[in-house]
Antibody, heavy 120, light 107 residues
Framework: EVQLVQSGAEVKKPGESLIISCQAS????????IGWVRQMPGKGLEWMGI????????RYSPSFQGHITISTDKSITTSYLQWSRLQTSDTAMYYC?????????????WGQGTLVTVSS | DIQMTQSPSSLSASVGDTVTITCRAS??????LVWYQQKPEKAPKALIY???SLQSGVPSRFSGSGSGTHFTLTISSLQPEDFATYYC?????????FGQGTKLAIK
């Protein structure tokens, strides 16, 4: 059974750093891209970026490029979403999701979400 | 970036009704479009991919059509569990942008 299990909720202050995680199981981790999606409170879904665990190839949305880092650790089948300096506008639910394939580039399995709250 | 525009933003319907949601892309995305359903406090779930292919386990009352820049999601014979928010997403080119969502409420 494919599962993506995300780390727990975080409360941080502006300017702090943060790493949240997404541990995958039930499939060959290195063969499927993992993406991250933001959902701000009461708002829609935003595609942030995606990483291929096999070779760490990474693509970012221009809206998020330079503000986040997406990475993976194949040894523990985990992907990470990282901020070096959080802003209050980073308050949101963050989802990781597995991309189905090279042509079918939609997300077929999702994590449960990690709520990040940034407040002074 | 490709802009995805859904209409309507919200609609209300009754159990048993048939509803259609439209998604328009700002440029040709061929058939590289997926529809997701999201319920409150839950992760999205893929319903239809490649514009018209039913994702495994999804009831056949969900159907999709379209190509190029105009796509539709139709839900026939609405069930109580179908009241949720629906999003389209293009996966033709990066970034894989989402529509703004359509909230389907019970009338």
């Amino acid at each position: 059974e494919v599962q993506l299990v995300q780390s727990g909720a975080e409360v941080k202050k502006p300017g702090e750093s943060l790493i949240i995680s997404c541990q995958a199981s039930g499939y060959n981790f290195t063969n499927y891209w993992i993406g991250w999606v933001r959902q701000m409170p009461g708002k829609g879904l935003e595609w942030m970026g995606i990483v291929y665990p096999g070779d760490s190839d990474t693509r970012y949305s221009p809206s998020f490029q330079g503000h986040i880092t997406i990475s993976t650790d194949k040894s523990i089948t985990t992907s990470y979403l990282q901020w070096s300096r959080l802003q209050t506008s980073d308050t949101a639910m963050y989802y990781c999701a597995r991309r189905r394939g090279e042509l079918l580039r939609f997300f077929d399995f999702w994590g449960q979400g990690t709520l990040v709250t940034v407040s002074s | 970036d490709i802009q995805m525009t859904q209409s309507p933003s919200s609609l209300s319907a009754s159990v048993g009704d048939t509803v259609t949601i439209t998604c328009r892309a700002s440029q040709d995305i061929r058939r590289w479009l997926v529809w997701y359903q999201q319920k409150p406090e839950k992760a999205p779930k893929a319903l239809i991919y490649s514009a018209s292919s039913l994702q495994s386990g999804v009831p056949s009352r969900f159907s999709g059509s379209g190509s190029g820049t105009h796509f539709t999601l139709t839900i026939s014979s609405l069930q109580p569990e179908d009241f949720a928010t629906y999003y389209c997403q293009q996966y033709d080119s990066y970034p894989h942008t989402f529509g703004q969502g359509t909230k389907l409420a019970i009338k």
